[in-house]
């Protein structure tokens, strides 16, 4: 029983998604479905990567993703699957991968999808999810080997991923993600943060927000106050308890923060 | 592993759903169940005999598809089960199956569910969904045959789908479906249209909208500008690249589209 | 096949869902995953308690019932798993099982969660749903027994409910819970109210509404007018035909509903 999770920005509300796991079940009726999310911001790669890199390492090796976040669908971007860390990724050529595939490129293994003996027999223009994607998804569930699909490649586009700034007293970032809750997701990552930090004590500053400390969990802050964690994903977010910080600070992605040390 | 598709406009937020799964797992174990949708906006029939008409091709024959949306529950609109395209169908004999059935109905076969031995003990009078139509996609599923549900019927209440008007020069349309990119999804017919063109070049017009081509993909246009496409779904629709044409041109559903044949 | 539900306020937007779902099909690949709904408004106990005790009803006997709306999550809070009503139970000890396991306890066996060997070998302090709650709920999907997660406990946190009140002519109760189709629903149990109407006539009297009866469907009133009825979970319920009675009357949760009776 493979699992073939499914992340895309088509949203639940048409019949897209449902379309891609008709195709998927008709060719592998043993696929086991997950749903990562289809809430994606519409066309928003940055989005689509975070999420996945967020979910993938909770599942079993050999999952399979197929997520398609695809402005460019139509064009000359290329259609690729891969393996990495263990599983397998199927979608555009986009940097929709780069976060969950990481920097430690070694272990993978990528071909660009040119074999139409994988996809529906006629492809649309418009929705390779369900045309190219899907069916390339289900085969790969079915025990198709990788170079079955198309030659190889070892180029993937890159994800335009802000890369934050540690200087010796100083450091900056950005919001890269805001979530349901309305935490604020910055791209300063915990273990380079707290390696920086040197059990120095921060002081952090986003818009009208001061902050002098890290907490370790939202209920160490009384309701309806602002407080900085290191969210469970593993990069430093900035939080109310029980309530949005977002919509406390009208503040989304691209909003700086800047975190200075000082001495205990 | 019979697959069950569930379509309701009852939202996610609610119990509604989750009791009829419920319910149809208590009954057969081994029943797959997907999602189609539950954004279909409520009571609007026309949206969901869409959603339908857009996926159900897409799963492999056997498919039970259970539907319901119903602003007549608890009146005497009839419940239906019945097998059209190698395919089942569950649900209220409202209109909401016309579009997946389309016109040829002679593979069509279809029973009134009056038999309350595949209904729960029980059946409220407020939700059929789960006290009728729920236990008899899953007997359906079981492999119970569709007589056993009640008496043949013939006569589907038909769904007040609007016609195009296709005349020497000009044809006319209006917007059906607006999906969640804000794509302006017309009753334009895709192959009857370009029968219609024979090869002219085809001059649009949509509300403040003046188009003189129809692309083939969403790339072909620059970000943010209108195009028209013949969609995934077999209509010529309206987008906006990267875009949301219907908060551009602020028009939805009952939108008049008219088109005008002009010599190459 | 154990079919494991679940229930959160994560929303589908981001990976908090699909990565506890993960770990749960990492460690048991048989689960049957279900979705209650995770759209509960975030920290809404009352909310959650509605719509898992409005669903859990219809689930076959053995199905472990996952939830998790955790404002405190990382505090002094008690973890739980349980066995009530012939199903299974797991999540935090905030009253959130409440109303799905009524008010005879006799047949309650709970544990508190502390045996770590069950858990992620690492627990954050923000993410007891992938962390802690999700891995238990496989574990008990697996045959692992009650008593093995940790000392048994008798000592549920009640969820603050607020009891209508039965007077000899007058009864009054409140709104406890908005569905998507805006309906109101109220505290007032239907069996309770019939017992006390003892076949009277019953004025109702909400905001500015005033109706003189208690219907049994929603068709039959005519469309965008309001009705009283006991609606599908055994509530008495405001609602408008074919619109939304809370956007109507403009109330919410909390909005008081008296009840007069009335001679025949």
Redesign the interface.
Known sequence: ?P?I?LLTD???????V??????I??LN??A?????????P??DIMAGA???????????PG?IHLAVVD?????ARRALAARSRGQYWVGPDNGLFSLAWGSQADDLAMVSLTEPAYFRPSV????HG?DLFAPVAAHLSLGVALAQFGPGVSDPTPLPFPEPEFGPARASGQVIFV???GNLVTNLKASALLIWLGGQVPRLRLASLRLNQIC?????APPQTMLA?L???GYLEIACA?GSAARRLRVGPGAVIEVEKTEL
Chains 1, 2, 3 share one sequence.
């Open positions: 029983m699992i999770t088509f949203g639940t509300q048409d019949h897209y449902a379309a891609m796991k008709g195709i079940l008709g009726p043993h086991t479905l997950v749903d990562l999310s289809h809430d994606i519409p066309q975070f999420v996945l890199a967020g979910a993938a390492p909770y599942f079993p999952t402005p460019g669908v139509g064009s649309s223009d418009t929705f369900r979530d349901r809750f370790h969990t939202y209920a160490e964690l969210g469970s994903h029980q």
